[in-house]
């Protein structure tokens, strides 16, 4: 018996503006245009556009050119403001509008209704990678989007082309939100990782040496953030405590001490240790340093505040 059937054509690929070819601008423009989708690129600097225009782009004379070329539109520009001076007097009328421009929560919101005022769809973006990572399926790089989520949807197939997509809710916020509490996490990390090598600097201890061991100690300490998620929605900050507030506040004086003696100022330290010692004194040491994640909410951490007569 012979199957009649007719398998049904693949779907086009979406064609996709990109506004801004800066370097990670390029990588997701590089990205779409490897995987068979017509890109139109727009940057204000048109010189920074020609590569990829040699990688079969098409390069828009002006960002309102760029934009009437595909109804899916990614802008990955400076900053916010950006965005708005790049857009101002470009029809948005039912276009998706995907903003991978760094910026804040609040921005984000009002580059939402402001995408929302002038009838375009919205997405914003935190992107969780550097350019090298974008259209590498091994590198782990990822995207948070926020905002429409029957633009995401419909979207979706496109958008992993680059990096992988996490789907942060409809709170336009919510993206930047998750991309700026994990760079504040890494932050940290790599001030602890910069007061560790200041340490050893002036020894005899080779760094290519020392750096497994600052590298498995630290993945051997990241179980802490669930516990620490754990604790703030039961409430119970001495859960599974091991070794309490006291405890580490006062061996924070080891710390300085070593700091003192190896010549290396330990100003990296000293906000945390300071806060921890606060907490310890507000009656808090039996807790884990949870406790202080409130403590930073209700500002009244003291930290960053400037009081004026």
Known sequence: MTDNTVAPLPASPTPVTVLGTGDMGSALARAWLAAGHPVTVWNRT???????????????????????ASRLVIACLLDDASVGAALDGADLTGLDLVNLTTGTPGEA????????SRGARFLDGGIMAVPPMIGDEKSGAYVFYSGSRALFEEHEDTLAVPAGTRYAGEDPGFAALHDVALLSAMSGLFAGVTHAFALIRRENIPPRDFAPLVASWLTAMTPAVHRTAEQLESGDYTKDVVSNLAMQSAGNATLLRTAGEQGVSPELLTPYMDLMARHVADGHGDEDGTGMIDLLVAGRAGLGTHHTD
Do not use: D, F, H, T
């Not at 010189?47 to 079969?56: H, V």
């Not at 009002?110 to 929302?116: M, T, V």
């Open 46 to 68: 048109p010189a920074r556009a020609e590569p990829l225009a040699a990688e079969g782009a098409a390069v828009a004379a002006s960002a309102a050119e760029a934009v009437a």
């Open 109 to 116: 919101r009002a580059r939402a209704a402001w995408a929302a």
